[in-house]
Structure formats: C-alpha cells, structure tokens
C-alpha cells in the first residue's frame, strides 16, 4: 500500500526532478554552455590542396539577459581563437523572442559582432527575424533592414543574393550568400497572403564565374534540395536543432521537411548541407540537448 508519505515523497521528488529538468533547459543550456562543434569534409570536386577552415556562427537572437552584447562579444573572443581562415554569419541577429527583460538595438550587437576577425574576412547573410522585426522592410517588401545596414556600418560584408570569388593561398573559392526564404510577413496590413522569399538561387549561383568550388549560405535549410551539385557545402542555421532534441531527434523543427535538415551534416546525392544548432533562442528561452554552439568547417 502507498502511504500518505510515499506519495508526498514521490510528489516531492518529481516536482523537484521537473524543477531541475526545468531549471537546467531554462537557464543552464541556452546561457551558461557554449560548444565547439567540428566537421570536416572534403566535397565532391574541391580542389585538391586547398584548406580551407569555416567558422559558423548562426542564430544569435540578440536580447538580455539571454544573448547580451557582452556574451555576444565573448562568443566572437572565442570564435576567433579557432584559427578560421573566414567567418561566417548565418542570420537572425535580431531578438525573436518576447521573454527579455532589455533588446539590444542593433548598433550594440554589431559592434560586439564586429569583434570577429578572419584573414579572408567576416561575411553575413540575413535571417528571418531581421526582416519580421523591420516594420519598414515589411512595409517595403524588400530593399534592406536594419541588420543589414548595422553589419556593413561595422565592416562586414553582407550578402543578398551575390556571389564573390576569394582566394586562399592563390587558390580560388566561391562564396554565395542566398537573402531570406521567409523574409516577407503574411497579413492584410502588408497585403501579402503568404510569407514570401526574397531567395534568388539561380540569379546567385550564376554569377559564379569559374569552376572553382562554392560554399552557399543560406539562413533556412529548406533550399537544399534545390541547390544543385555545383555548390560543394551549404551552411545554414534557423532550425536551432529544434531546441529541444534527443536520441537524435527533434520533435519541433522550423521547417517544411521535419526532422530531415533539423540539425547536423546530411548527405543528400553527394551534396552536402551543415546545419547549425546555433547560439540563441527564439520563441521561448529554452534549449535541450542542443546546447548553443560554434561551428568548425575543415574543407579540403
Ligand atoms: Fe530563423
């Protein structure tokens, strides 16, 4: 038989099981915990001899106390410290959420961002928050944000839709940066029935002008089975690995295919996509099992 205490002790200890599952997905995974996390790959036609290492940085959702200026600026400390030869922005540096207690405007996290340094240069391609909280974009149904005018006023080099050839060691690549899939809000008050993409895939991949290899950033992940072999790696974030994840799945994911871009390195027809878990939160604070994360890109 179950005693009065038993139970209370059950009770009791469940609560504070819930307490702690809580108090850890709440506040000790999205603010206190920060991993590196590594893939390397050598695509399809890449070009024998060159090394190339990409460091990621995707979903910052600038808000306090979870995403400060002050944590953002020790994320690029950090990011720089990993010997990248670029860095890359993968969107949604605005907040995208309600829980906060300030936003930071976006003079403030620029300028943190503007700590990152690489030697072939810092690039960013914008997200959907950027565009959803820029009433004048909304209104504009394009042109640009907010984000997009902080990035480049702090010297980062901001893509929509365009495509730029570097080079590493006299070695050529290509890097195209896609502009939102979501970037237009639907309603009456913008007279737009459906959210609306400002992607243009084919109009940026044709000014790919050698055969040297290409590196595709692209907020959503959705887009990946329309870019063709010639891209060697997609980078996206967005999904946030679902936020919550385990046994390698997750259950919630911002995307039309499910769990199948959630979060990782997938391999589709030998093309390869690299899914960021990303660094902030948006909708509520909480992140489990997909701790926020740098991420390292050994191509070669
Ligand atoms: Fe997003």
């Known amino acids: 038989m179950i005693t009065r205490r038993d139970f209370m002790k059950f009770v009791g ?5 819930a307490m702690a599952l809580g108090g850890y997905a709440f506040a000790f995974e999205p603010l206190a915990r920060l991993n590196v996390t590594r893939y ?13 290492r990409v460091v990621a940085l995707a979903d910052i959702h600038a808000c306090e106390p979870w995403m400060s200026a002050s944590r953002i600026a020790s994320i690029c400390r950090q990011a720089n410290d990993l010997g990248g030869d670029i860095t890359v922005l993968l969107g949604d540096y605005a907040t995208g959420m309600n829980f906060v207690t300030r936003y930071i405007h976006s003079s403030e996290w620029s300028k943190a961002l503007a700590i990152l340094q690489a030697p072939l240069g810092v690039h960013a391609v914008m997200g959907n928050h950027d565009w959803w909280e820029d009433k004048t974009a909304q209104r504009n149904g394009g042109g640009t944000t907010f984000a997009h005018r902080a990035l ?8 929509s839709n365009r495509a730029i050839r570097l080079e590493k060691d ?16 639907a309603g009456k008050k913008w007279k737009r029935k ?3 993409g400002l992607d243009d895939l084919d109009g940026t991949l044709a000014q790919v002008g050698d055969s040297d290899p290409v ?15 010639r ?10 690995g679902g936020q919550v994840r385990f046994l390698g799945h997750s259950p919630m994911v911002p995307s039309r295919f499910g769990d199948r871009y959630a979060y990782g390195h997938v391999i589709e027809d030998d093309r390869s ?5 990303g660094l902030g939160c948006s909708i509520a604070p909480i992140r489990f099992g997909v701790p926020p994360e740098i991420v390292v890109v050994d191509l070669g």
């Open 215 to 229: 590196i595709l950033l692209a907020h959503e992940p959705d887009i990946f089975p329309r870019v063709p072999t």
């Open 194 to 196: 459906h959210i609306q």
């Open 13 to 17: 200890g469940g609560f504070a099981s």
């Open 152 to 159: 480049s006023d702090v010297g980062i080099n901001v893509y």
């Open 170 to 185: 006299g070695q050529g690549f290509w890097l195209a940066g896609l502009e939102d899939q979501r970037a237009l809000i």
């Open 40 to 52: 390397a790959l050598t695509p399809p036609g890449w070009t024998p001899g060159l090394k190339l």
């Open 231 to 240: 891209v060697a790696l997609t980078l996206s974030g967005h999904t946030h």
């Open 273 to 277: 996509l690299i899914i960021s878990g």
